[in-house]
């Protein structure tokens, strides 16, 4: 067993057509390149989707590791040469759970130095302790595999993928953008109808419609102010507001003419919205409760989403209580939590993340913007035989991709730092453990 381990996850490399680019493709080669040349004993795990096999929908089976060898023929030569200095192991995720379904698949890594485990979690053993790893997909109830290993067991998430994420991939290059294929990188999925109307009338609306209809909406919220002040002067409560505003608009001339017509329109609007807006809300109440009974949607009392994963990883840490660490991916939300003085680690995603920001005035589409953060974690035992951890990134800049309207409209996010970390975990103390069994024990009673 190696004395450090490196971890990355949620790679989504392949699938149909624009699926194809690997935007950071050069970094991971990098990384690669500089765990074959260390003097370290060191294993990589890549804990789950490091493919985007779901993604392929014009070929079957195996055949899929055909398309990836064709198209990726350096990272495999690199991961053949790393290989043979570091030994990687590889474990399913969703998105590439054929892994577990065919068996072939385990030869054709093994070509390539990578040891493939069908398994729904793995452990190692770093100092004194055990280290447990999996995807985390089993948690997730539209992504859990019933029946894994079964290449038939495909959840309701494969089927999102395979007719909405690879048809994106395939329609995304039309775009007057090439953005569609970020679909991947929205998360959670509840976000992407908001990700579409945002690309839409920021990238693909003709631009004359965009830019005349963005003093409506900037104008909107003034509006409301607006059919206060004119209902308070029409049943005669107090005219006083609306002289004043008249007042003002007056002084502008023509173009307080023209605001006022923008007001006058955006109330129009308002009083429209007002009286659809019951059969509206009825009728989103119910579309959400019947996505949440397919697992599409989630439900008002799964909006953390680590909970669930800190209540798995409190199980593992009663049943196996030398376990010091619980890695999982599949969630793209890079995070370390520390539970009763052992660690939770998400390994977060090498894909484009896409943060969503709203406008400051009006009731113009959110602004989602693009960032990379590609996280790896690093375990390794100390000399008084606890564990390490070390989660860092590999540096590469932001895309820059929002249009200049975009930045006029939305304050620009300040970038979240889940990484980096250094901490030192030794949960040896039999306090901590009988409180942690203690406390999966009572959850299970409940």
Same mark, same amino acid.
């Given at each position: !067993?190696?004395?450090t381990?490196?971890?990355?996850?949620?790679l989504?490399?392949?699938?149909?057509?624009? =699926?194809?680019q690997v935007?950071f493709? @050069?970094?991971?080669?990098?990384?690669?390149r500089?765990?074959e040349?260390?003097?370290?004993?060191?294993e990589?795990v890549?804990n789950?989707d490091?493919f985007?096999?779901w *993604?392929?929908? *014009?070929?079957e089976g195996?055949?899929?590791?055909?398309?990836?060898?064709?198209?990726?023929?350096?990272?495999?030569?690199?991961?053949?040469?790393?290989?043979e *200095?570091?030994?990687?192991t590889?474990?399913?995720?969703n998105?590439?759970?054929?892994?577990? +379904?065919h068996?072939? %698949?385990?030869?054709?890594l093994? +070509?390539?130095n990578?040891?493939?485990?069908?398994? #729904?979690?793995?452990s190692r *053993?770093?100092?004194?302790? /055990?280290?447990?790893i999996?995807h985390?997909?089993q948690?997730d109830?539209?992504?859990?595999?019933? @029946?894994f290993g079964n290449?038939?067991?495909?959840p309701p998430?494969?089927?999102?993928?395979?007719?909405?994420?690879?048809?994106?991939g395939?329609?995304s290059?039309?775009?007057?953008?090439?953005?569609?294929?970020d679909?991947?990188?929205?998360?959670?999925?509840t976000?992407?109808?908001?990700?579409?109307?945002?690309?839409?009338f920021?990238?693909?609306?003709?631009?004359w419609?965009?830019?005349?209809s963005?003093?409506f909406?900037?104008?909107?919220n003034?509006?409301v102010l607006?059919?206060g002040? %004119?209902a308070?002067? +029409?049943?005669?409560?107090?005219s006083?507001? !609306?002289?004043?505003?008249e007042?003002i608009?007056?002084?502008?001339g023509p173009?307080?003419?023209?605001i006022d017509v923008?007001?006058?329109?955006?109330?129009?609007?308002?009083? $429209?919205?007002?009286?659809?807006?019951?059969p509206?809300?009825?009728?989103?109440?119910?579309?959400?409760?019947t $996505?949440r009974?397919f697992?599409?949607?989630?439900s008002?009392? @799964?909006?953390d989403?680590t909970?669930?994963?800190?209540?798995?990883?409190r199980d593992?840490?009663?049943?196996?209580?030398?376990?010091? #660490?619980?890695l999982?991916?599949? /969630?793209?939300?890079?995070? #370390?939590?520390e539970?009763?003085?052992r660690?939770?680690?998400?390994t977060?995603t090498? =894909?484009?993340r896409?943060?969503?920001v709203?406008?400051i005035l009006?009731i113009?589409?959110?602004v989602?913007?693009?960032?990379?953060?590609?996280?790896?974690v690093r375990?390794?035992g100390a000399?008084d035989?606890?564990?390490?951890?070390?989660?860092d990134?590999v540096?590469?800049?932001?895309p820059?991709?929002? /249009?200049l309207l975009q930045?006029?409209?939305t304050?620009?996010p300040?970038?979240?730092?889940?990484f980096?970390v250094?901490r030192r975990v030794?949960?040896?103390?039999?306090?901590?453990?009988?409180?942690?069994?203690?406390s999966?024990?009572?959850r299970?009673?409940?």
């Open positions: !067993m190696a004395d381990c490196y971890l990355i996850s949620d989504h490399i392949g699938g149909d057509e624009q =699926l194809t935007d493709l @050069d970094e991971l080669l990098g990384f690669l500089e765990l040349a260390s003097d370290e004993d060191a990589l890549i789950g490091a985007g096999l *993604e392929f929908t *014009e070929i195996p055949a899929k590791f055909d398309a990836l060898l064709d198209r990726y023929p350096e990272l495999f030569e690199q991961l053949r040469a790393t290989g *200095e570091v030994p990687i590889l474990i399913p995720g998105h590439d759970y054929e892994l577990a +379904a068996d072939e %698949y385990v030869d054709r093994a +070509a390539y990578v040891t493939l485990e069908q398994e #729904v979690a793995i *053993e770093i100092g004194d302790h /055990t280290i447990h999996e985390g997909m948690e109830p539209s992504n859990r595999i019933p @029946d290449p038939y067991a495909n998430g494969y089927f999102v993928n395979r007719h909405i994420t690879s048809r994106a395939r329609l290059g039309r775009g007057k953008y090439n953005w569609l294929k679909i991947q990188a929205v998360t959670p999925m976000r992407i109808p908001d990700w579409l109307l945002s690309n839409y920021y990238r693909e609306m003709s631009g419609l965009r830019y005349a963005v003093p909406f900037l104008l909107f003034l509006s607006y059919l002040v %004119y308070l002067d +029409a049943v005669g409560i107090w006083r507001p !609306m002289t004043i505003v007042g608009l007056d002084v502008f173009v307080g003419t023209l923008v007001l006058v329109a955006n109330v129009v609007f308002i009083v $429209l919205l007002l009286l659809i807006s019951i509206l809300y009825v009728l989103a109440r119910d579309v959400r409760k $996505l009974r697992g599409l949607a989630q008002d009392d @799964d909006r989403p909970a669930k994963y800190n209540d798995r990883a593992v840490f009663a049943e196996t209580p030398d376990t010091a #660490v619980f999982y991916g599949h /969630t793209h939300r890079a995070s #370390v939590t539970i009763d003085d660690l939770v680690i998400n977060g090498w =894909l484009k896409l943060r969503r709203d406008p009006g113009l589409p959110p989602f913007y693009a960032s990379y953060r590609l996280n790896y375990l390794t000399d035989r606890s564990v390490v951890v070390d989660c990134v540096d590469k800049p932001d820059g991709e929002e /249009t930045r006029l409209l304050p620009t300040k970038p979240r730092e889940e980096p250094h030794d949960p040896s103390d039999s306090t901590d453990t009988e409180s942690s069994a203690r999966a024990n009572d299970r009673e409940q």
